[in-house]
C-alpha cells in the first residue's frame, strides 16, 4: 500500500510524505520542525517511527530549512546530489547535516529507498542544483514529483509522462505576477528559465502528456502572492476539458495548500 500527503506547499515552505508498506520518507523540509511533526500526528504518524529517510530536491530554504535538524535529532538519512549537499552548507540559519547522515545521488541514477526505486531526474532552477522524482514499484505504481520549473525539459517530460499520480508546479497566474507588487527584478526571476512554472504553462503540459493511466495530479508550490487555489481550479478544469479530459472523472486534479495538510491519499497502482 503506498500513501501520500503533503504537509505544505507553496512559496513559503514544502514538506510531503510518500509511504510503502508503513515505511515513509519526507520529500523536502522546508517548514518548521514543530509544523512537520503536528502534520504526521494528525495522520496518526511520528518521526520516530514512520519516517526512514529525507529526499532533497533542492538547497533553496523552503525546500530545506529544517532538513538538518531532522537528519541531526533524528538519525535520518538525507538523500541530495552533492552540489545541492554543499550549497546547504553556506546557507545561513541552518543547522549542518552531520556528514554520516549524508547520501550523495546523481541524476538519473536509480536507488532503492522503503522497498521503492527512485530516480532523481534534472530540473532547472536558480538554485545549486535541482532535482525532481520518479518513484515506482515492482507491482507498477509510478509517481513523479517535479517543482520549481524554470522551463520544461524532455527530461521533465519523460518521467512525467510516466507517471499514474504527479506533483507538478503550477506556481503563478501570469496576470497577478505583472500587476502585482513585486519588483520589476523578481518578477523576472519568477517568470524566467531558472524561476518557476506558471498556471498556463503547467496546464498546457499537462494536457500535452496526460494519458488514461494518470489518475491524479496534485498542483505544488502555488505563490502566496501572485496565485490562488480556486483560480488554478478553474484554469485547469476549463482548459482541460477543451481537451476532452473530465476533471474528477478521467483524472483528479487537486490544488496543494500553503499552510495545511492534505488528507493521506491511497495511491492505487
Request: aromatic share 10%; glycine share 8%.
Amino acid at each position: 500500500m503506498i500513501r501520500f500527503m503533503s504537509l505544505a506547499s507553496g512559496s513559503t515552505g514544502n514538506c510531503y510524505y510518500l509511504e510503502h508498506d508503513g515505511q515513509g520518507l519526507l520529500i523536502d523540509a522546508g517548514i518548521a520542525l514543530y509544523d512537520i511533526k503536528t502534520g504526521l500526528e494528525q495522520a496518526a504518524l511520528s518521526l520516530e517511527h514512520d519516517v526512514q529517510a529525507i529526499l532533497l530536491t533542492h538547497n533553496h530554504a523552503d525546500h530545506a530549512r529544517t532538513v538538518g535538524k531532522l537528519a541531526n535529532r533524528y538519525g535520518l538519512p538525507v538523500y541530495a546530489t552533492h552540489p545541492v549537499q554543499c550549497g546547504l552548507d553556506y546557507m545561513r540559519g541552518m543547522e549542518r547535516i552531520k556528514h554520516d547522515r549524508r547520501y550523495a545521488i546523481e541524476p538519473e541514477v536509480p536507488f532503492e529507498l522503503i522497498g521503492l526505486v527512485v530516480t532523481p531526474f534534472s530540473v532547472p532552477h536558480d538554485s545549486a542544483d535541482n532535482v525532481g522524482y520518479h518513484i515506482s514499484s515492482e507491482d507498477g505504481f509510478s509517481f513523479t514529483l517535479a517543482t520549481d520549473i524554470g522551463h520544461l525539459t524532455p527530461t521533465i517530460e519523460y518521467y512525467a509522462s510516466l507517471a499514474h499520480h504527479l506533483v507538478l508546479e503550477s506556481n503563478y497566474d501570469p496576470e497577478m505576477l505583472r500587476i502585482g507588487k513585486y519588483p520589476p527584478f523578481l518578477k523576472k526571476r519568477i517568470s524566467g528559465p531558472l524561476g518557476h512554472l506558471s498556471n498556463d504553462e503547467s496546464v498546457e503540459f499537462l494536457c500535452r502528456i496526460w494519458k488514461p493511466t494518470m489518475r491524479n495530479v496534485f498542483l505544488c508550490h502555488l505563490s502566496k502572492e501572485n496565485n490562488h487555489p480556486e483560480l488554478v481550479r478553474k484554469t485547469f478544469d476549463i482548459r482541460l476539458f477543451s481537451e476532452g479530459i473530465r476533471v474528477g472523472k478521467d483524472v483528479y486534479v487537486t490544488p496543494l495548500q500553503r499552510n495545511h495538510c492534505s488528507p493521506m491519499y491511497l495511491l492505487e497502482t
